[in-house]
């Protein structure tokens, strides 16, 4: 069962959170036939430690899922699909989780708590997290990326200038996406597109401030990707605020979206920031 990115930041009665993990997705398998580990690809993974510590588990036949430590050091386990002959998937994931409790976990294995905080998001971002995954009370074990399981992401944010925009495609309104950028020095480094965060009064708003500006060739002058279809370019005078989930080992922006217009900001001051 994998989790869907949400960007909507919610809580409620209806759902429970957990710390999101920084690791490999490992599913341990211990049956007749000893312990296997497998990513959620299906390769096997050589981890003696945690291999030792699940084949000592008091159970005939069980099927962990958790998150394994890049270094391999620690296994965290969230969930259980199998137990002595007993499909669990199809029950809902306070039984799962009770049936976990059994299991007397012990290191290199570790448990998953549910986080009890008003807002799990802000205490993630806070205290360095990957972010949360919010699980719905009641879901059943999906083979499947499940609206049921949905991760929130920890985000960062950058000021970024505009120096062009795509047209609108279907029912959208206004333009399709911003092409956005920073300075380094005199050039204007293309840093990607975004396409999200946006209503329709800003759409069309944006557009008509924008075809203003148009010019014939793109202001970019480094960077890699650029779009060549059903694309306008304009003069940088216009800067927004984005938030995002990390920059690609190519300089662009991860899943960016649009949060306001930056009108305190000079499009020359704009550069990449670092923490």
């Keep these: 069962m994998a989790a869907t990115l949400t960007q909507e930041r919610f809580a409620g009665p209806e759902w ?3 710390r999101k993990l920084d690791g490999i997705r490992l599913l341990a398998f211990k ?3 000893g312990v296997r580990l497998l990513s959620r690809t299906r390769h096997a993974q050589d981890l003696p430690r945690i291999a030792e510590a699940v084949a000592r588990l008091p159970a ?3 099927i962990l899922d958790g998150e394994v430590e890049w270094d391999g050091t620690a296994y965290h386990v969230f969930d259980v699909a199998w137990l002595d ?4 998937t199809s029950l809902p994931i306070e039984e799962r989780r009770a049936a976990l409790d059994t299991l007397p976990l012990r290191k290199p294995l570790a448990r998953v708590r549910t986080l009890d905080d008003a807002e799990p998001w802000t205490r993630a971002c806070a205290e360095g997290w990957e972010g949360v995954i919010a699980k719905r009370r009641g879901s059943l074990y999906e083979h499947r990326r499940s609206p049921h ?3 929130m992401k920890c985000e960062a944010s950058q000021e970024l200038v505009v120096g062009g925009f795509t047209d609108p495609q279907g029912a959208r309104v206004g333009l399709g996406a911003l092409l956005v950028g920073y300075y380094e020095g005199d ?3 293309f840093a990607g597109k975004v396409g999200t965060g946006f209503d329709s009064k800003q759409l069309r708003s944006l557009r008509d401030r924008l075809d203003a500006l148009e010019v014939a060739s793109p202001p970019f002058t480094r960077g890699t990707g650029l779009p060549r279809l059903r694309v306008h370019w304009t003069r940088p005078q ?3 605020q984005v938030s995002f989930i990390e920059w690609t080992a190519h300089g662009k922006l991860r899943h960016p979206r649009l949060i306001a217009e930056r009108t305190d900001k000079k499009p020359r001051e704009v550069v990449r920031e670092s923490p």
Excluded: P
């Design 16 to 18: 429970t959170f957990e």
């Design 31 to 33: 049956d007749r036939r």
């Design 60 to 62: 005939r036949e069980v």
């Design 85 to 88: 002959g007993r499909d669990l």
């Design 149 to 151: 399981w949905l991760k």
């Design 187 to 189: 050039a204007l480094v």
């Design 238 to 240: 216009i800067v927004v």
